[in-house]
Every structure is written in C-alpha cells, then in structure tokens.
C-alpha cells in the first residue's frame, strides 16, 4: 500500500486543522493507520493509530482530549482531526500503516510511511 498524507499548513494557537491519509493499493480496511510526527531537532513521536475493523483507537497522552482519529474505509483514507492546537503541535506530520493487528505506538512496527505533511502553529 501506498499512504499519502495531506491537510497541512500553517494556523494559529487554538485553531484547527485535519489531515488525511490517502492510501492506494487494495486491502485498505484491513491495514492500521497511525499518525506520528517529528518536530525540528526532536525524535519521531507517536500521535495516535486506528486498527482496522472496529477496535478502538489509541491516542498518545500529549494530544488526547484534542486529536481525533478516524477512517473512511470507503474512501481508502484516514483523518486526524486536531482541535486546540498549541505551538508544540508544530512537526511533520507522517501518516504510517501495517496489515498487523496492533494499536502499537512503535514506529518499527509499522510497515508503510507516508511523506510527511509540515503543521505550524504560531503563538
């Protein structure tokens, strides 16, 4: 499969943005999709993953309360919907996937990355 992330962009303290992750190849609706994200100078850092079917999300601590993720199997994409976004939400932003049945925050356990999608946050 290949994933494409999207829906980045630059906005202010507070605001909100969604990104998408766009994914070609067949199977979508049996991969888990997860989020993850790399600020300037600092280690990647798991966000949130949606398993496949209907298990439940996991969101990282840091973003609970004001990320959202979902999936739209009919359309091959899954979105992470940032609501109250603060300064320190600023990273690239990479969408990643694997056919495995995991809710993992690990980025090796993943198989498939997107590019990237760059958020800024001003103050």
């Known amino acids: 499969v290949q994933l494409q992330a999207s829906g980045g962009g630059l906005v202010q303290t507070r605001d909100s943005l969604r990104l998408s992750c766009a994914a070609s190849g067949r199977a979508f609706s049996s991969y888990a999709i997860a989020w993850f994200r790399q600020a300037a100078g600092k280690e990647r850092e798991f966000v949130a993953v949606?398993?496949?079917?209907?298990?439940?999300?996991k969101i990282a601590d840091s973003v609970k309360g004001r990320f959202t993720i979902s999936r739209d199997d009919a359309k091959s994409t899954v979105y992470l919907q940032m609501n109250s976004l603060k300064p320190e939400d600023t990273a690239v932003y990479y969408c990643a996937g694997t056919r495995r049945t995991i809710r993992s925050a690990a980025g090796d356990d993943y198989d498939y990355w997107g590019q990237g999608t760059l958020v800024t946050v001003s103050s």
């Open positions: 949606k398993p496949w079917s209907n298990n439940v999300e």
